[in-house]
């Protein structure tokens, strides 16, 4: 018996439902721009279409909206979690950004099995569909990984 | 940036990933384990958009652009994981320009490189449309 007996194509894993809040917006928003700053000191991001309404109106949008790569993230911390260096040394992961994720929308975090091969090195390797579902059932951010079973 | 054409070079770059930048970045997206946020940390493979953005930035100093980018694809190839402290190289080439839909898209390909042994730690593949704006 593997932990792994289940992850046969068509198996499908959901994590819990989380919420894009403002807040979550907010620390990536600040996190991208303390990260790309160049030196290790706190930045607060300026007004953007991840931060400020105003400014995602100004540019052709409703409101703010979620960066992807916070429902990008989210995807790779469920494949960690998951597959650990499966994921993590020779795995990869795609995402495309389908639909704007707003404030207060619930978001899914679905993983399918498409695929399950074993390699010429002997290990076997999946390849999952990924998605970001909201709560009327359509995709914000879709995309598909391969991670190693280890 | 709106002005970068397929064949551009963009970097080299070195990028120290200090244990600072694993952690503020693995916080903020509320990815909590001890991998990211311990002693012995490796940076999140989502940390390369982060460096993307620096790379850019570096190699167009004078901004995006008249409109906000819209950030289409994230495509990355995870060869190893990057110890915090390590210092990376970063490097990309402009391979794709074109419009769809009425607006323009720009492709880019990535590469993070261990700047003492110059193995590869991230391939990352980007498309990103220049406009949200179909009319700007």
Redesign the interface.
Known sequence: MSAWDDWVPGFTRTAATRVMTAE?MR??A???E?????V?E?VIAEP??HTDDE?AQA???PARVS????S???I??LL??LF??G???????????VKPIFVDEGIDVVLRVVNRERGEDGFERLVLDVECVKGDGSVATG?AATVTLR | MSDLEVGDHLGPLDQVVSAFLVREYAHAVEEASERHQGVAIVATPTLMHAFKKRLMEHACPLGVGPTARMHLVYDAVCHRPIPGGTTVVLAAEITGRYEKRGRERMEATFEVRDKTTGEAYMTYYDTTLLSYRSNA
Do not use: K, Q
Not at chain 1, 34 to 38: A, I, K
């Open positions: 979550r620390w990536y600040d996190a991208l303390t990260c790309s700053s160049g290790d706190p953007n279409i400014f540019n052709g949008l960066d992807g790569m916070i990008t993230n989210w790779s911390t960690t979690e650990g260096d994921y993590l040394v020779g795995g990869s992961l795609r995402t495309r950004f995309g």
